[in-house]
């Protein structure tokens, strides 16, 4: 049964810095890859294991030619996360600063509860297992540390910064309510009367405590390389289901695979160049041998130049077998001279090595 919220189009995109997009709601990741062919790349560490780079967890960045591609397609927009950043911290308030602290502080407390209940229920299970005096041992062992824990939750090291003005303060986190002081004798220290501390919670998006953004009605398109043509082709080619990656691990600008690279291995190595551009011949040569080597067909495409003097001439630039590049849904006639580049048509060939 599906679970998954109801996504709402468009989605925002966050803008970190001058080129770099990223996504940070699984959701909308898992979404976008499913039903868009979005893979993108996720380059967060893992909390369970910070010290590796071979398992990585969100963000997902995407390309700048996968974020336009989403804005021309009225799918997403363009948030300046920066900006919005600040704009919300200055909006929100001493008080709205409080209360998210507060709602901090309530889930850290839910979440710790949580983990003694399953402390205790394996705590209960690891004890049924003994007999005699290993028993009483154990349990020994278990009320002497529920007494030091509640010794320490009961004296917090005292805090003279003042932490009024703070978003995300120690306070919020770290800190719990110190329990009302009796006179009556303390009774035995059991998981029910120790006190919990709080987990603490490391907000992942600013969206709350901020309010969600909403679209521009004037979008700007992310700035994109000129290999956006070839892009744009293959990922929208209506006889291809492609799922496009980064090829910087083969030493091309694109990885082409015929579906979800989580089940498939790359069918092409794709660069793209210009029309009159020059291909060095040993690029060529090289491209080919590296993609007939791991098994994969070394492609080269560019957008096709319509200059009238070609056309006058009885050829009209596409030669046999063009096709033409799809449109972008959207406002593409404020778009000015990248409408060359949306109505663009692409003429692309593949490159094997047959040997000597």
């Not at 603490?200 to 700007?220: E, N, R």
């Amino acid at each position: 049964m599906d679970t998954s919220p109801t996504l709402t189009y468009p989605i925002p995109i966050f803008r970190i810095s001058n080129n770099t997009y990223y996504l940070y709601d699984p959701h909308v990741i898992a979404h976008l890859r499913s039903h868009h062919r979005i893979p993108g790349v996720l380059t967060g560490t893992l909390p369970q294991s910070p010290q590796q780079n071979i398992f990585t967890g969100l963000p997902l960045q995407l390309m700048s030619e996968e974020a336009r591609l989403l804005v021309e397609q009225n799918l997403a927009f363009v948030v300046d996360n920066a900006q919005e950043h600040r704009t919300g911290f200055k909006a929100m308030g001493r008080e709205g600063k409080r209360q998210w602290r507060q709602r901090l502080r309530s889930m850290g407390r839910d979440i710790a509860a949580g983990v003694e209940k399953e402390k205790l229920k394996e705590r209960e299970r690891v004890l049924d297992s003994m007999q005699g005096e290993k028993k009483e041992m154990a349990k020994k062992a278990i009320r002497r540390k529920e007494e030091e824990a509640r010794l320490d939750s009961e004296t917090p090291e005292p805090s003279t910064e003042d932490e009024s003005d703070l978003l995300f303060s120690r306070s919020a986190t770290a800190m719990s309510e110190t329990p009302p002081t009796s006179t009556s004798p303390t009774p035995p220290p059991t998981a029910s009367t120790a006190v919990l501390q709080p987990h603490a919670i490391t907000p992942t998006t600013s969206y709350p405590p901020f309010p969600q953004p909403g679209p521009d009605p004037k979008p700007s398109l992310p700035d994109t390389p000129p290999s956006y043509a070839l892009y744009k082709y293959l990922h929208t080619h209506p006889d291809h289901t492609f799922y496009i990656s980064p090829g910087l691990r083969f030493g091309c600008q694109y990885l082409i695979y015929p579906g979800d690279p989580l089940r498939f291995h790359s069918h092409f190595l794709a660069a793209s160049w210009g029309w009159d551009e020059a291909i060095p011949l040993l690029t060529l040569v090289g491209g080919g041998r590296l993609g007939t080597g791991v098994k994969k067909g070394f492609l080269v495409g560019g957008k096709v130049d319509r200059r009238p003097a070609v056309e006058s001439a009885g050829v009209d630039g596409r030669g046999e077998g063009a096709v033409d590049g799809s449109k972008a849904r959207g406002d593409e006639e404020e778009q000015g001279a990248d409408d060359d580049e949306v109505d663009a048509d692409v003429r692309c060939f593949t490159i094997e090595w047959a040997g000597m």
